[in-house]
């Protein structure tokens, strides 16, 4: 019985080894799991074996949140150093800090410049816009009050948790700077235009409008295209003089024949733009 199983043993193993399944048997030692968390960090730069003292938040996040062990394995990021591989070190029995120990990913070179130029929503549409942007590759993001604004206020400090939780959710290396919200859209469009050049799209809701944002691009692009904003209005849309602001700092452009919500508007400008990089 013995030889019998010891048989089917050699043969599981022969099988597994042929599907390139791994254990830790005499095949070898398993692969090593992908950490679970992955945490932006202020510490800059990362270096292997420097340790990186978390936020109050961040501890509370991985030692009651998702009870991460001591000597577990996280994934850090600064938005300079790119993607490290660290060790969670205990301390007492809430606190922890962590300690890099190798690069994953190296921080790549300057991406392209993608501004979106916002008028506020509500907030919990806001929160949507914000986190979906952040994972289409926008770099800047630049809070708006216009006429038909129905919110006023926003707390940028919020913006700016939903920011970084969506970049270490999607992957990303950098976070989006959060500006402080502007009152004054023609001082926003100058702005857009001192990062942009002349590639400033305004979303343009109006059946009159037939300049496809995909077209508009594409022409932008045979120059080059470096750099990009894109300005959406509220949900009553932009007013007759704000549309004139818009006509002389920007190109007014048609996401479809269809009325989307602002945050729809949002997100498919930045999908078109996030197809060409």
């Not at 509370?60 to 990021?77: I, K, N």
């Not at 300057?110 to 289409?136: D, G, M, N, W, Y």
Request: net charge positive.
């Amino acid at each position: 019985m013995r030889a019998i199983l010891g048989r089917i043993g050699l043969l599981s193993a022969l099988l597994a080894r042929a599907h390139g399944i791994t254990s830790g048997s005499a095949l070898g030692p398993a692969s090593s799991p992908k950490p679970r968390c992955r945490l932006f960090v202020e510490s800059s730069p990362l270096q292997a074996g420097v340790r990186v003292q978390l936020s109050e938040g961040q501890q509370h996040y991985l030692m009651s949140v998702m009870r991460v062990s001591d000597q577990a394995t996280v994934l850090l990021f600064d938005g300079h150093s790119g993607e490290w591989l660290a060790r969670i070190n205990r301390e007492g029995r809430r606190g922890c800090t962590s300690t890099p120990l190798e690069q994953t990913r190296p921080q790549p070179s300057s991406p392209a410049v993608i501004a979106l130029h916002f008028a506020l929503l509500k907030p919990k549409r806001l929160a949507q816009l914000v986190e979906k942007a952040t994972e289409l590759g926008v770099t800047q993001l630049q809070p708006l009050v216009t006429s038909r604004t129905a919110v006023r206020s926003i707390s940028i400090e919020k913006l700016r948790a939903i920011v970084i939780e969506a970049a270490e959710q999607c992957g990303r290396l950098s976070v989006p700077e959060v500006f402080d919200l502007n009152e004054d859209l023609e001082s926003c469009l100058r702005a857009a235009r001192a990062t942009a050049g002349a590639a400033v799209f305004a979303c343009d809701e109006r059946p009159g409008c037939t300049n496809r944002l995909d077209q508009a691009l594409a022409r932008a692009a045979t120059d080059g295209l470096h750099a990009a904003a894109f300005v959406v209005g509220p949900e009553g849309g932009f007013d007759p003089s704000e549309f004139e602001a818009l006509r002389v700092h920007a190109e007014l452009v048609s996401l479809g024949p269809n009325v989307l919500r602002a945050e729809t508007a949002a997100m498919s400008a930045l999908a078109v733009m996030h197809c060409r990089l």
